[in-house]
């Protein structure tokens, strides 16, 4: 090639190759919607819970069950798993969390919901809330 003659550069081409593939995408999100109760809402006691409201952004092609589960014995849950349906997937679904007696103290920990299902798109997806249960 001579000095100052154009050549096609790649990236050109890779980023008109990924616009079209984006914009031909027929996977639908998944869309996990797991909402505090309040924005203020980060800790729990003995007497005083707080609730999740758990719903799915799009509809489903099957059943997704989504299971909750706290990374401290500090806090119950209940209940621990919640089952959306095609028709039902943006009816909210609340998860009551309160903390449990015991010595006095704080301690964070974290609550994760997980969907399993036979929607691929729905399959394995994970969302995680941090939260302080606190033991006056």
């Known amino acids: 090639t001579t000095a100052g003659a154009w050549r096609p ?3 050109s081409r ?4 990924t616009a079209w593939t984006m914009m031909h995408l027929r996977r639908r999100a998944p869309g996990l919607r797991v909402m505090p109760e309040s924005a203020d809402s980060v800790s729990v006691t003995p007497t005083d819970d ?6 799915l952004l799009n509809p489903p092609t099957e059943n997704v ?19 959306f349906t095609p028709s039902d997937h943006a009816a909210p679904q609340d998860v009551v969390m309160i903390g449990r ?11 994760t ?5 036979d929607d691929a ?6 969302d995680r ?4 249960a606190i033991r006056p």
């Open 101 to 111: 007696a015991g010595e006095a103290g704080e301690e964070t920990f974290l609550i």
């Open 14 to 17: 890779t980023g008109y190759e």
């Open 121 to 126: 798109n729905f399959d394995g997806v994970v």
């Open 65 to 83: 069950v989504v299971r909750l589960q706290a990374s401290s014995a500090a806090v119950m849950i209940s209940p621990t798993e919640l089952t």
């Open 9 to 11: 550069c790649p990236a």
């Open 50 to 55: 707080a609730t999740l409201s758990v719903s």
């Open 129 to 132: 809330w941090e939260y302080t």
């Open 113 to 117: 919901a997980a969907t399993a299902s």
